[in-house]
């Protein structure tokens, strides 16, 4: 199973970005193994529409499950529609948010805690 996690940077020891629809790259990462990959995120310098491209980006990486600090409706709605749990991480590296996760410390959310648009510069 793969869990995409928000991230500053390209590797486990980034922080989380808040952001979910502006993250500037996902982190995917197998919890069992703690195998990763890392993508930048296309939809990190989009016009409008962010979240949900974003949110597809996950999805064609086949991620079962996300981390973020902040997600908007747009981007939940496309989640949750393809069965994948989202998760509200606070600051701390990626690796420590899957371990956090491994623990059972994370619980899922059934709603967005942002606003349309909240991530926007």
């Known amino acids: 199973m793969k869990i995409a996690l928000t991230a500053t940077a390209s590797s486990l020891k980034a922080e989380m970005e808040s952001r ?3 993250t500037p790259y996902f982190i995917l990462v197998d ?3 703690m195998e990763y990959e890392t993508l930048k995120n296309p ?4 016009g409008g529409g962010a979240g949900i491209q974003a949110a597809q980006t996950v999805l064609d990486h086949q991620a079962k499950a ?5 997600i908007g409706p747009n981007a939940m ?4 529609s393809a ?4 998760y509200l991480g606070k600051p701390a590296s ?3 948010l899957i371990e956090e996760y491994k623990q059972g410390k994370l619980s899922p959310v059934d709603q967005a805690n942002r606003p ?5 510069k």
């Open 20 to 22: 979910f629809g502006r």
């Open 31 to 33: 919890p069992e193994t």
């Open 43 to 46: 939809a990190a310098s989009a």
């Open 66 to 70: 996300v981390i973020s600090g902040n």
């Open 77 to 80: 709605r496309v989640l949750q």
């Open 83 to 86: 069965g994948v749990k989202v």
């Open 94 to 96: 990626v690796k420590e």
């Open 116 to 120: 349309s648009h909240f991530g926007m």
